[in-house]
């Protein structure tokens, strides 16, 4: 960025646990200027203001008045509202996972977005993880993916069940892996703590063969990140937690033929690559200034945005006909 172009100016919309998160990620981008922050809850507003020295507005519409840039941390139910209300005061946005709840409501807000000249990036932290980006440099048509997300049930997530809030990390993945149509979703679920769907398991078919399974949990004590991945030649397993990847390819075979016996040997070099762990969220806004100043381009078209959106908003449905039917 030119040394003597004028700071962006930034704002954080929401300052609970991953909003404060935001404004940390922000305060240390050199080229952005933090300037508020807003927050129906005095009390989160009051303590991020003291401690970053920034303006506190109890409403966002005094902020978007204030800034170049912002981030929507508040309950989904919000975004749509919020996001808009930004938007049209011509401010460049990350709104955290999910935009919507509403396929066409989340439309409405990239087209705004293209009318108006504006970034408008989904907050899909796990884009920005070392490991989930090395994901792209080894797997090839993938043709099996398994991937386990559960943990503890978290009081504080209880508004959005676990495919808006834990799945649709992996369905964006896996989407950005396959680059291919989805033509058949199966669905089981239950609710166990709340109202919402607590324990989602999903089978997904793919227009090019490839057949992924999703679980995602809130009702399991362990903590688990998972991913694996069959590929022709090569099997790739990730650990989120441990940021580690183990890679097992196929790199030899050989028949042998004795008189009495038909031998087949399979040579498999396995792998382990540690990533270099940086702050997923810090590179995810980074992206976003780079993008408004023109220093890069959007790294997942707006059509794969939605994409994810689209079948995570499926599946819901999937599994909503399942309980009443």
Do not use: W
Request: net charge negative; glycine share 4%.
């Amino acid at each position: 960025m030119d040394q003597n172009k004028e700071r962006l100016r930034v704002g954080v919309i929401g300052v609970g646990r991953m909003g404060q998160f935001h404004v940390n990620a922000y305060a240390e981008l050199p080229d952005v200027e933090l300037v508020g922050i807003a927050d129906t809850n005095p009390e989160h507003g009051r303590v991020m203001q003291e401690k970053f020295r920034v303006e506190y507005f109890r409403d966002y519409r005094e902020l978007i008045k204030r800034v170049d840039v912002a981030s929507v941390v508040v309950p989904t139910k919000l975004h749509h509202q919020v996001a808009r209300d930004a938007l049209m005061e011509g401010v460049h946005l990350l709104v955290e996972k999910p935009i919507s709840d509403n396929y066409e409501k989340a439309n409405e807000l990239f087209d705004i977005a293209e009318k108006r000249g504006l970034e408008l990036h989904i907050g899909h932290v796990e884009r920005f993880n070392g490991a989930v980006q090395e994901l792209h440099k080894l797997v090839e048509e993938p043709i099996l993916i398994q991937c386990a997300r559960m943990g503890p049930f978290d009081p504080r997530t209880a508004e959005d069940g676990v495919v808006l809030d834990l799945m649709i990390h992996d369905i964006d993945i896996v989407c950005n892996l396959v680059h291919s149509d989805v033509e058949n979703i199966n669905v089981i679920g239950r609710s166990v703590f709340s109202d919402k769907e607590d324990v989602v398991s999903v089978q997904i078919t793919f227009v090019s063969g490839c057949m992924a399974t999703l679980t995602a949990s809130r009702a399991t004590q362990n903590k688990m990140r998972t991913m694996s991945i069959t590929c022709m030649n090569k099997y790739v397993y990730l650990d989120f937690a441990a940021q580690e990847i183990q890679v097992h390819t196929l790199a030899k075979s050989e028949h042998k033929l004795k008189r009495q016996e038909l031998r087949y040997s399979e040579m498999e070099r396995r792998e382990r690559i540690f990533v270099h762990r940086e702050n997923p969220l810090k590179l995810e806004l980074r992206h976003l200034i780079d993008c408004i100043n023109n220093v890069e381009k959007r790294r997942v078209s707006i059509k794969d945005e939605l994409k994810s959106l689209g079948v995570a908003l499926e599946i819901l449905e999937s599994y909503k006909n399942t309980v009443t039917a």
